[in-house]
Structures are given as C-alpha cells and as structure tokens.
Antibody
Framework: QLQLQESGPGLVKPSETLSLTCTVSGGSINSSRYYWGWIRQPPGKGLEWVGSISYSGSTYYNPSLKSRVTISVDTSKNQFSLKLTSVTATDTSVYYC????????????WGQGTLVTVSS | DIQMTQSPSSLSASVGDRVTISCRTSQTISIYLNWYQQKPGKAPKLLIYAASSLQSGVPSRFSGSGSGTDFTLTISNLQPEDFATYYCQQSYSTPLYTFGQGTNLEIK
C-alpha cells in the first residue's frame, strides 16, 4: 500500500517560490504503473489539478499554471517535488500529492495535504 | 479543455435515503470518469474509477454509471459517515485531468 507525505514551508512571501516535496513509501517511484501528481485546494473551495510527472520524467502541467510550475522526481530518494514561482495570495491552498494509476487516471493514494499560505 | 459540470452543488438527505449525483462533461470521454469522497480536513478518497468500478474497500452501497458525457454516482441506504463532499474527475485527457466543482451532501 503506497503512502505519500508532503513536506515544505507553510508560509511563503508574495513573489517568492513555493517548494514542496512528496516522499513515497511502500512502493517505488520508478514504477510505470503510476503518474505522480500535485492537486491543490484553496480554503473552502474545490480541487484543482496542478500537474503530474511520469516515472520517466515526462511532465504535464495545468495550462493555467504552466508558466510558473515545475515538477521533478528524485528516484534516489523516492521523492517528487513541486515548485511554483511568483506566488500570490491566490496560491494559498492545501497542496496534496497523489499517486495516479496510469491505466485509469485515478488517484488511488494521497498524502494528507499541507497548507501553504502566501502572505508577507 | 474538457469542462465538468456537477449537479446539484449541494444536497440534503436523511440516513437510509438513496441519492444520485450527476456529472456532465463538455465532450465525450468514454468511461474515463472517477469519483472521490472528501471529508472536512481530509484528503479525497477514491470511490469509483472508470465510471463504474468500485475501488477496493469501498462499500457496495456506492455505485457509478454512465459513459460518453453523462455520469451518475449513486449512494444507496445513506449512512452517517457518507455525509461529505463528492467530486467527479475526468481522466480522458490523461494526464491533464480536471475535477468537477463538487457536491456537498448534508444531513437533512
């Protein structure tokens, strides 16, 4: 059973870069069975897909965020990461990492989520 | 982009009721539709994948149907733990996915 855990700063200043890491346990991040994704949820609102990365490093980003997002994978640490540049208050959200089963495109395993607040 | 429209946005029901939640997509997506349940302060939980397949460990009172552009999540014999927010998600344009706006299921 895959387990995922987000880590990173809970407070980021406007115009700076948000950086989060997701550590995967119970399975290999090299598995071709999964994409590794980030999903966010502003307080009191719905879910928004941020982007995904395959085991081979191919990336896919939400077009509305594409110019600011980078997702990368570190196979040696069984981790993948999210960087979001030039943040504003509208980027304040709970950020979730998830394992997406490639065959059906469904996120079967999620991290617990981490709240990132953008404020000076 | 594939647009998702969930209805209703909120729903009141009683324990023991049967409820249905609808999800409509702006273009045909075959059966590439998944359903999630989210409780306050928790991560979403996968209930149904590929429109009608029940995720392991999910009670059989949850069921999904549909194909093309119209999909339904049905919860039979509502239990107290089922009161939550439900989201649909298309996986046709893999791996650029989108979610519906959510349906808040409340106790009447």
């Amino acid at each position: 059973q895959l387990q995922l855990q987000e880590s990173g700063p809970g407070l980021v200043k406007p115009s700076e870069t948000l950086s989060l890491t997701c550590t995967v346990s119970g399975g290999s991040i090299n598995s071709s069975r999964y994409y590794w994704g980030w999903i966010r949820q502003p307080p009191g609102k719905g879910l928004e897909w941020v982007g995904s990365i395959s085991y081979s490093g191919s990336t896919y980003y939400n077009p509305s965020l594409k110019s600011r997002v980078t997702i990368s994978v570190d196979t040696s640490k069984n981790q993948f990461s999210l960087k979001l540049t030039s943040v504003t208050a509208t980027d304040t959200s709970v950020y979730y990492c998830a394992a997406i089963v490639v065959l059906v495109g469904a996120a079967g395993s999620w991290g617990q989520g981490t709240l990132v607040t953008v404020s000076s | 982009d594939i647009q998702m429209t969930q209805s209703p946005s909120s729903l009141s029901a009683s324990v023991g009721d049967r409820v249905t939640i609808s999800c409509r997509t702006s273009q045909t997506i075959s059966i590439y539709l998944n359903w999630y349940q989210q409780k306050p302060g928790k991560a979403p939980k996968l209930l149904i994948y590929a429109a009608s397949s029940l995720q392991s460990g999910v009670p059989s009172r949850f069921s999904g149907s549909g194909s093309g552009t119209d999909f339904t999540l049905t919860i039979s014999n509502l239990q107290p733990e089922d009161f939550a927010t439900y989201y649909c998600q298309q996986s046709y344009s893999t791996p650029l996915y989108t979610f519906g706006q959510g349906t808040n299921l409340e106790i009447k």
